[in-house]
C-alpha cells in the first residue's frame, strides 16, 4: 500500500500517539511486574503475564516509531513518502503474541479449577491466534473481495471468543467474591469495545477511506485500541488481584 | 515554529542541562524503586509510582535529547536550524502521563480510604489530564488570541485541583501523624510553586519574549522545574513514607 503525503501535524500527531503508546507500555509493564509482591501468589503469574503483554506491545511500539520515522521525509513543509515501506505486519505480530496472553490473564485472574484453566485456555488462545492469522492475508491485500474474505473468516473465532466469555465463563464469574466480580464483567466488556476497533479499522479501505487523513485516523486510533485492551485491562487485572487478595486474606484472619 | 540561531554557549547551555536532567532523572528512578523495601508494604505503591514519573520523564528527555542535536547545525561558530523540527509536543506527552501520576503518588502515601483515594484519584488525575490537553492546542499555535483562549481555559482544572489540594484535603492532611504532617503540608506548596512555572513560560511569546535568549531560559526552565516537581516532589514523597513506615511501626511495638 502506498503511503499518502501527510501534513506535519498529521505526521507529527501520529508519531507522538506513537511515543505515548511506548512509553504507556513501559511503565505499565513495569508497574504489573514491580506490584506482584502486592498481590498473594496465586495471583502473580497473572502479574507475570499482563506485564508480558505490555512488554511486548512496547517492543512492537518501539519498532513502529523507528519505521514511522523512516518511512517519510520532510519536503517543503510535507511528510512524503521516502520510499521505504512502513511495516504494518509488526501489529499481526504482536497481536498473534498478546491476543492469546490477554485470554489467559483474566482466566488466571479468575482462578478457576487447574482443568478449566488449562482447557480454556487452549481454547480460547487458540481462538484469538487464529482470528490474527485469518485477518492478515485480509491485511496485505489491496483486493475488496479478499479483504471481505478474510474479514468473515477471522469473525468467526471472534465471535466464538465472545460466546465463551459471556455464556462460556458465566457461571466462574458468578462465582467470583462479591469485591471482585463486578470487575470481572467489567473486564470482558472493556475486551468487546477495545477489540471490536481492529474489524471496524480494517473495514476502512474497502468503503473508500484512504489517503492521508484516514491514515492518520487508523494509527492513532490502532494506538489507542491497543493502550484500551492491553494496560487498561492490565490494570483491571491488577485491581482484580489485589481485591481477591486482600478478600481471602480477610477470611483466612 | 522557527528555531532561532543560537550562540554556543546557548545551544551547550541547553544541551547540558537536558544530560543533566537525564541523568537525574535515571538516578531518582533507581533510587526509589530500589528503596521501596525501606518502607511499610501500605506505602510500596506509593514508591512504584514516583518512580514510574522519573522514568517516563527519563524516556522523554533522552528523546528532547536527540530531537535538540538533531535540530540544529554549527556554522560558522553559531548553531542554526539544521531544518528538522523540534519536537516541543514530548514534553506534553510526558506531562500528560507525568501530572495525573504526581497527584496519585500524594494521594497513595497520605493513604486515605479505599473510597475515599478512588474518588480523589479520579478527580484530580483527570482534572490533571484536562490541564495538559487545553493547554496543547494553545502551544502549538504562533497566533497570541489562540494562545490566550486556551492558557484561559487549561488555568480552570489548574484552579480546581489547587482549591482540591488546599480545602478539600485539609482534614486528609490534619488527620496526617505528626511527624509526617509538615512534609505533606509542603508537598502541596512545592507543586504549586513547580507548577506555576509552566503558565508563566507559556506566555513568553504572547508577550513579545522570543529569539536565542528566550529560547534558551525556556529549555532551560522548564527543566529545572521538571526537576523540582518530579524528582524533588519524589523525595518529599520518599521521606513521608519513611517517616509513616517508622511512625506506625512504633505504635505496634
Not at 506482584?36 to 498473594?40: F, K, L, S
Given at each position: 500500500m502506498d503511503l499518502p503525503t501527510l501534513t506535519m501535524g498529521q505526521y507529527s500527531l501520529v508519531f507522538n500517539v506513537f511515543s505515548l503508546t511506548l512509553a504507556t507500555f513501559l511503565a505499565a509493564t513495569i508497574f504489573f511486574w514491580m506490584q506482584?509482591?502486592?498481590?498473594?501468589p496465586e495471583y502473580r503469574t497473572a502479574l507475570t503475564i499482563t506485564g508480558l503483554v505490555t512488554f511486548i506491545a512496547a517492543y512492537h511500539y518501539l519498532q513502529i516509531l523507528f519505521d514511522w520515522k523512516a518511512a517519510f521525509t520532510l519536503v517543503d513543509g510535507a511528510y512524503v513518502s521516502s520510499g521505504t515501506p512502513f511495516n504494518d505486519a509488526y501489529r499481526y505480530v504482536d497481536w498473534l503474541l498478546t491476543v492469546p496472553l490477554l485470554l489467559i490473564e483474566l482466566l488466571l485472574v479468575m482462578r478457576l479449577s487447574r482443568g478449566e484453566t488449562v482447557s480454556k485456555g487452549w481454547l480460547l488462545g487458540g481462538l484469538a491466534a487464529l482470528m490474527v492469522l485469518l485477518g492478515y492475508p485480509g491485511e496485505i491485500s489491496d483486493d475488496p473481495g479478499t479483504r471481505w474474505l478474510w474479514w468473515s473468516l477471522s469473525m468467526i473465532p471472534f465471535l466464538i471468543i465472545l460466546y465463551q466469555l459471556f455464556i462460556g465463563l458465566g457461571d466462574a464469574i458468578a462465582r467470583q467474591p462479591e469485591s471482585a466480580r463486578g470487575l470481572v464483567s467489567m473486564a470482558r466488556y472493556l475486551t468487546i469495545a477495545a477489540w471490536l476497533f481492529y474489524p471496524v479499522v480494517f473495514i476502512f479501505p474497502m468503503i473508500g477511506l484512504d489517503g492521508a487523513g484516514a491514515e492518520t485516523a487508523v494509527q492513532v486510533g490502532y494506538s489507542i485500541a491497543d493502550i484500551v485492551a492491553k494496560a487498561v485491562f492490565g490494570l483491571l487485572i491488577y485491581t482484580i488481584a489485589v481485591r481477591k487478595s486482600d478478600a481471602e486474606a480477610g477470611q483466612a484472619a
Open positions: 506482584r509482591g502486592r498481590v498473594a
